[in-house]
């Protein structure tokens, strides 16, 4: 079959549409429970694990070793999850993090402005059981957007509403939830998604390599140092500067390592000052 992620704006309908997708193809729906499962398998606050899921980091989490490492576990727990096959991933950057992975159908979901917002007033006033003020719905809306937008650019240098980031873009407008789910799962029926040895083997080494990056981010001697990682077959290889010994008897520990390369960087050195 298929591994299904969904990318969608606030009010266009993309958790209704995953959920529906997922219950027609019998897929697992993985959305906050990526986040659940990250928090107990590594021990982290669910809390902070939520807070930077949704926003980009502060200046100040930016320059926090341990949020490249909160950060980098909720990308290894999706890897994980997309390991697994036939799942529904919603939003958490599925569509960048498993690009090129022939099994998987990338869909982005979308609507007007004016009509997400009327659609979350609707919600909320549901939900609420009272009126809700519409400008506060609005700006959630915008913020939303915005949040989303600049949290995709910074970590991945990229457009969120690149087009070529899909296989599938669906405008909600005038597209009912039942039409959306019929397209979702005929398009991810096709032999052109169907899984292969070759695609589960590149989703495999990326998982690898992604839990590799944890355990270099959780050791004290290693987590201040940027190493690259590269895992084919389970075979992983590190490229860096500096603390490669130490990173070699980190990186021997995790699951799923059958051996470890080093590649030494070296800094060219400073030119002297020409006047």
Known sequence: MAIITVSHEMGAGGPEIGMAVAQRLGYRYADQEVISEAARRYGLLEEKLTHLDESKPSLFERLDTETHRYITVIQTTLLEFAE??????MGRSGQWLLRGIPHVLRVRVKAPFELRVKRALKKMAGQMGEA???RTVTDMVRRDDAEKSSRF????????NDPSLYELVLNTERMSVETAV???SVAARQPDFATTEAGRQIVADRA?????QVALATEPETRKYRITVEAQQGVVTLEATAALDQALEVVRKVHGVKDVKTR???IPPIPPFVA
Do not use: H, K
């Open 84 to 89: 697994r096959d036939n799942v529904v991933l």
């Open 264 to 266: 030494q960087i070296e």
């Open 132 to 134: 809700v003020n519409p």
């Open 182 to 184: 019929e397209l979702i």
């Open 153 to 160: 650019r910074y970590f991945y240098e990229t457009d969120l």
């Open 208 to 212: 690898l390599a992604s839990r590799v």
